[in-house]
C-alpha cells in the first residue's frame, strides 16, 4: 500500500464545497474519489488539508490517499487530469512518506478574499471576487488586523454551531494589499475555523467602510459571540491559496 500527496486546484463555483456529503455527489471530494477509484480499481478515499466552503476555490489544495498501484505517478497523475473535470486541476503527485496526511501534517494555510472595489464591472472574474465599489480606509483596516493576529478563541467568528475541537486559532499574519481597483486580504494562520475568513473579511469590510471601529475587535474576541462580528462575506472571493508542511 502506498501513500500518495496530491496537489488540486480547482473552481468551487458549482460544487457544494470539499468534503463528500450523502445528499449530493456534487462536491470536490466525491468527484477526485470516483474518478482515482475507478483509474486505481479499488475504492480510494482522499483526504484533503482542510474542507472548503460551498463556493470556495482553490490555488493549492493538499490531498493524500493511500492505494495499490501499479501504474507509476507521472502516468496516474496524467490519467487524472484526463478524467477530472475541467474545473478541477491536479498540479502534482507524488509517493510521500508513509505517515504523511494532509490535514493532520499541515502546519499552516493562507487564504486569499479577493475584493473588487472598481464600479466597472469585472465580467470575467466575475466568480472570484467580491464586488463592493465603495472606498474603504484601509489604515483602518490594517489596525484591526493587528488585534486579530495571534493565538485567540475565534469563536465569535465561526458559524459552527457545536464544536468538537478548540475554538483556538492563531493567525500569524493578515496582510491588505491594494491593486488599482482591488483590495486583496491575505491570512496565514495555523487553521481556520468553519467560515472564519470569510467573517474575519466581513469585519474588517465594516471596520473599512466606517460602519464599526478597529478598536472593538478586542471585545468582539473576548466576548465570543457571534452577532457581535461582522458580516459573512460571499464565498466566491475566497481562494485557499497555500497549505505549508
Not at 62 to 79: D, I, K, M, Q, W
Amino acid at each position: 500500500m502506498k501513500n500518495y500527496k496530491l496537489t488540486l486546484s480547482y473552481d468551487g463555483t458549482k460544487y457544494n464545497g470539499w468534503q463528500r456529503l450523502a445528499s449530493t455527489d456534487n462536491t470536490i471530494q466525491q468527484k477526485v474519489e470516483t474518478v482515482l477509484s475507478r483509474l486505481l480499481d479499488q475504492p480510494v478515499e482522499v483526504s484533503a488539508s482542510g474542507r472548503t466552503d460551498a463556493g470556495v476555490h482553490a490555488r493549492a489544495q493538499v490531498c493524500s490517499f493511500r492505494a495499490e498501484a501499479e501504474l507509476g505517478c507521472e502516468e496516474l497523475l496524467a490519467a487524472l487530469r484526463q478524467y477530472l473535470p475541467k474545473d478541477i486541476g491536479a498540479l502534482s503527485l507524488e509517493e510521500a512518506s508513509p505517515r504523511f496526511h494532509a490535514r493532520l501534517n499541515c502546519r499552516a494555510k493562507t487564504y486569499l478574499y479577493r475584493v473588487w472595489t472598481s464600479e466597472q464591472p469585472n465580467v470575467f472574474e466575475r466568480n472570484y471576487v467580491y464586488p463592493l465599489p465603495v472606498i474603504l480606509d484601509i489604515s483602518a483596516m490594517r489596525k484591526a488586523a493587528g488585534y486579530l493576529q495571534g493565538e485567540h478563541d475565534f469563536s465569535a467568528f465561526t458559524n459552527a454551531k457545536k464544536m468538537k475541537k478548540s475554538p483556538v486559532r492563531r493567525i500569524d499574519e493578515i496582510l491588505l494589499d491594494e491593486k488599482e481597483e482591488e483590495l486583496q486580504i491575505y491570512y496565514t494562520g495555523n487553521g481556520f475555523l468553519y467560515n472564519m475568513a470569510r467573517i474575519l473579511t466581513g469585519t474588517l469590510l465594516e471596520i473599512g467602510e466606517g460602519v464599526r471601529s478597529p478598536e472593538e475587535i478586542p471585545g468582539i474576541l473576548s466576548a465570543g459571540k457571534r452577532e457581535n462580528a461582522g458580516f459573512l462575506a460571499p464565498a466566491g472571493g475566497l481562494i485557499l491559496w497555500e497549505v505549508r508542511y
